[in-house]
């Protein structure tokens, strides 16, 4: 079989998607699939519009000589890939890891509401609803919808997406490549707590500061977004100068910031399934995450890690204090996380999607 990915991201650009799709172009081929990407980054310089109509030609251009389309999101390659599956008549799949209408409402529409009740809720802003309809469209018109959690299959199933047309496959990190730590990182004094991912509203990077204000533990922030000359005033403000905005990382260096956490902290109010949180359970990183989305499927209150309320930093402070100061606790969370850690081992992924886009064709 020969498969078509559009994707909307591609090492050496960072982020779930470029992880998951160069997976699947070097570990697919063994299970007998041929694989043929489609970078969206190729024509991201383009005009808006434009740009998706030349991602539509070449996507129908692989399309041609294909078994079968898979987008990696429902809208920005989604769409285009749709048109292009139909044009070419093959079958077509998509991979949903979030709501895109409200992902794209929070940070430039003024939506306020989480995403549990946002998609229950009529929105004012007209153009999300018109992204709200495209992601429901293109999820309806894939034979097959497959997302990384339980959780996400709840959200696409309030789309009005059939139970049936949903497949459930746990996103697989690898994490057998280690990078380098940066020198300002390695500079900081002990101990030392990780928080990864984008500087955006929901990830409340602003609470895993106030959190630790007024103690002697030094910060990291890794990644990047529209937030982060806010959270770097507010962090200067706040901690004393015991932390380090580095950025992006590639994904090895990212594994070794990992590695070397006390502790690593999601305060998310929505996650779909975090590719970060598995790798610092893959890693023995002890663990403490928000209990929203896909986060309870990932770690188990009191046994693979710590799990409190959204949007909390007092308890959260609190659950950091007492992890930070019992170290057997964080050896045994770190112990039972690699061993939890191995449901979402790689050979499991690809058996699984290798199965799901087979019976398509």
């Not at 994707?7 to 160069?22: N, S």
């Not at 610092?280 to 409190?308: M, S, Y």
Request: net charge positive; with cysteine; charged share 20%.
């Amino acid at each position: 079989m020969k498969l078509v990915i559009a994707t909307p991201l591609y090492p050496p650009e960072i982020g779930g998607p470029a992880t998951y799709v160069k997976l699947l172009e070097s570990s697919l081929p063994k299970e007998s699939i041929e694989v043929e990407v489609v970078k969206f980054s190729d024509v991201r310089r383009l005009p808006k519009l434009i740009r998706h109509y030349v991602y539509f030609k070449r996507v129908l251009r692989a399309a041609r000589t294909a078994d079968l389309v898979l987008a990696l999101d429902p809208v920005s390659v989604g769409l285009p890939a749709m048109w292009a599956a139909r044009k070419a008549g093959k079958p077509f799949a998509v991979k949903i890891v979030g709501d895109y209408a409200w992902e794209q409402g929070r940070q430039r529409f003024g939506v306020a509401l989480e995403l549990d009740e946002f998609i229950h809720t009529r929105q004012r802003s007209s153009l999300v609803r018109l992204l709200q309809r495209i992601q429901t469209w293109v999820a309806k018109s894939a034979a097959q919808v497959i997302v990384p959690s339980t959780y996400l299959k709840s959200i696409v199933g309030a789309w009005g997406v059939s139970e049936e047309n949903i497949c459930v496959i746990y996103n697989a990190v690898p994490t057998e490549e280690k990078g380098i730590i940066p020198a300002e990182i390695a500079a900081l004094p002990r101990p030392l707590v990780v928080a990864v991912g984008r500087l955006v509203p929901w990830k409340n990077i602003d609470g895993v500061i106030d959190a630790l204000a007024n103690t002697n533990t030094s910060l990291v922030i890794v990644g990047d977004g529209p937030l982060r000359a806010s959270l770097t005033e507010h962090a200067r403000r706040t901690l004393s100068g015991r932390h380090a905005f580095v950025g992006a990382l590639s994904h090895a260096d990212t594994l070794a910031v990992l590695a070397i956490a006390d502790v690593f902290v999601l305060n998310s109010s929505y996650e779909g399934l975090s590719h970060v949180l598995i790798e610092a359970l893959a890693l023995g990183t002890p663990t403490i995450a928000t209990a929203v989305g896909g986060n309870p499927e990932v770690v188990t209150d009191g046994e693979t890690g710590i799990l409190v309320a959204s949007d909390n930093p007092t308890r959260l402070a609190e659950a950091l204090a007492s992890l930070l100061a019992n170290a057997p606790l964080r050896t045994r969370l770190g112990v039972n996380a690699k061993i939890s850690a191995k449901r979402f081992s790689v050979k499991t992924m690809l058996e699984q999607t290798a199965a799901c886009l087979s019976s398509l064709t």
